[in-house]
T-cell receptor
């Protein structure tokens, strides 16, 4: 079974530029997550999709971050304009679980995109 | 507001000995807990989990213990192997939230020869 794919793996941009990350989840996984992991911290959830709908974006800085999951499969996360504090690893994860059920399944993570903003 | 805490940023253990990684949480709504392992330049990989209805779950060399009254869980690795050297994250979720995870800050485990 193919894992979660992410691209690019590394990206260096200057502040105020824009950047986009792509994620392809495991086939059949309804739920997709984007996390931000700043150096020395644990991953922090930015946004959670079920199929192509957003179920939680409470921690997404919406003035500069946006995300979409068209057709309920692939997803893109965009930052525009980037700030120095956006330097982090952006992790995409997917899971079988569906909102509204009590079942809990582990999330499968991609390798991440390391973003450096200079 | 750090709802999941891992107070030891690093731990060094000799090969063959027991590694004990600790995690504390503050949100009493959490009812499912997971441990993830992360190697450099890779995403976290699931290791083991435990539901709040249990106090212990074992999988090979890995055992997770949950003390609900103390809001504390621990991961035991016995025996520790050099390949276990990685960063370990504790995570917690609430049933019905589609596994939205809250992570701790991680503990870097180094297993020495």
């Amino acid at each position: 079974e193919a894992g979660v794919a992410q691209s690019p793996r590394y990206k260096i941009i200057e502040k105020r530029q824009s950047v986009a990350f792509w994620c392809n989840p495991i086939s059949g996984h309804a739920t997709l997550y984007w996390y931000q992991q700043i150096l020395g911290q644990g991953p922090k959830l930015l946004i959670q999709f079920q199929n192509n709908g957003v179920v939680d974006d409470s921690q997404l800085p919406k003035d500069r971050f946006s995300a979409e999951r068209l057709k309920g499969v692939d997803s893109t996360l965009k930052i525009q304009p980037a700030k120095l504090e956006d330097s982090a690893v952006y992790l995409c994860a997917s899971s079988l679980v569906r909102l509204g059920t009590s079942a809990t399944y582990e999330q499968y993570f991609g390798p991440g995109t390391r973003l450096t903003v200079t | 507001d750090q709802q999941v805490k891992q107070n030891s940023p690093s731990l060094s253990v000799q090969e063959g000995r027991i590694s004990i990684l600790n995690c504390d949480y503050t949100n009493s709504m959490f009812d499912y807990f997971l441990w993830y392992k992360k190697y450099p330049a890779e995403g976290p990989t699931f290791l083991i989990s435990i539901s709040s209805i249990k106090d212990k779950n074992e999988d090979g060399r890995f055992t997770v213990f949950l003390n609900k009254s103390a809001k504390h869980l621990s991961l035991h690795i016995v025996p520790s192997q050099p390949g276990d050297s990685a960063v370990y994250f504790c995570a917690a979720s609430v049933a019905g939230t589609a596994s939205k995870l809250t992570f701790g800050t991680g503990t870097r485990l180094q297993v020495t020869l």
